[in-house]
């Protein structure tokens, strides 16, 4: 069965430390995978996206994520969080063409002065 | 260029009616993907519709249908609303093709009392 599992349901860090939300899948397919954030009330904003090719990918707001296919991994990454980070971010796996998404249930985020 | 929009942005109804939820598509995608958000939840697949016929469809039983449009544009219906159909609905439209990058409108957030 094709699932996304974020462990992590709320994180808090200190603004301007690191970050890291873990993202495990499984998919019966080569996955296409996604990370989305959503502020409150608001809909889904892509920050990046992995096809294929170099497993590091750079997104939006210095946001970075690491394709790992042994571990069925797809960390999302940022060096030095910011307090407009805090939101929820949703990671998603699909396949190529009109196939849908999975999404795993979401990690909130908070960020602390 | 146009992104994703929906309408209403919010909406109550009471159990048993009915409810129709819109969403015109993001200019050049020629298809729509509607999906439930409920409440602490990531969002959950209903159906998506590619040139104005349904293309797939989660598990969602048959009071969920929808429409495409000739100009992409889509609905979506829910009859005999029960109050666990309280969620936001999000839409989110793609061009047919290898890379599956959907872009999600704002949502509608429906509450059935």
């Known amino acids: 069965a094709q699932s996304v599992t974020q462990p992590d349901i709320h994180i808090t860090v200190s603004e301007g430390a690191s970050l890291e939300l873990r993202c495990n899948y499984s998919?019966?397919?080569?996955?296409?995978l996604f990370w989305y954030v959503q502020s409150p009330g608001q809909g889904l904003q892509l920050l990046l996206k992995?096809?294929?090719?170099?497993?590091l990918v750079q997104g939006i707001k210095g946001f970075e994520a690491e394709f790992k296919r042994s571990q069925s991994s797809f960390n999302l990454r940022k060096p030095s969080v910011h307090w407009s980070d805090a939101a929820e971010y949703f990671c998603?796996?699909?396949?190529?063409?009109?196939?849908?998404?999975?999404f795993g249930k979401g990690t909130r985020l908070s960020v602390i002065a | 260029e146009t992104g994703v929009t929906q309408s209403p942005t919010h909406l109550i109804k009471t159990r048993g009616q009915q409810v129709t939820l819109r969403c015109s598509s993001q200019?050049?995608?020629?298809?729509v993907s509607w999906y439930q958000q409920a409440l602490g939840q990531g969002p959950q697949f209903i159906f998506q519709?590619?040139?104005?016929?349904?293309?797939g469809r989660g598990n969602f039983p048959p009071r969920f249908s929808g429409l495409q449009f000739p100009n992409y544009s889509s609905e979506l219906n829910v009859n005999a609303l029960e109050l666990d159909d309280s969620a936001l609905y999000l839409c989110?439209?793609?061009?047919?093709?290898?890379?599956?990058?959907?872009?999600f409108g704002p949502g509608t957030r429906l509450t059935v009392l």
């Open positions: 989110a439209s793609s061009f047919s093709g290898r890379y599956n990058e959907q872009f």
């Open positions: 998919y019966g397919a080569t996955p296409y």
């Open positions: 992995y096809f294929s090719g170099d497993t």
């Open positions: 998603a796996v699909g396949a190529s063409g009109n196939t849908p998404l999975v």
């Open positions: 200019s050049g995608h020629n298809t």
């Open positions: 519709y590619y040139r104005e016929e349904e293309n």
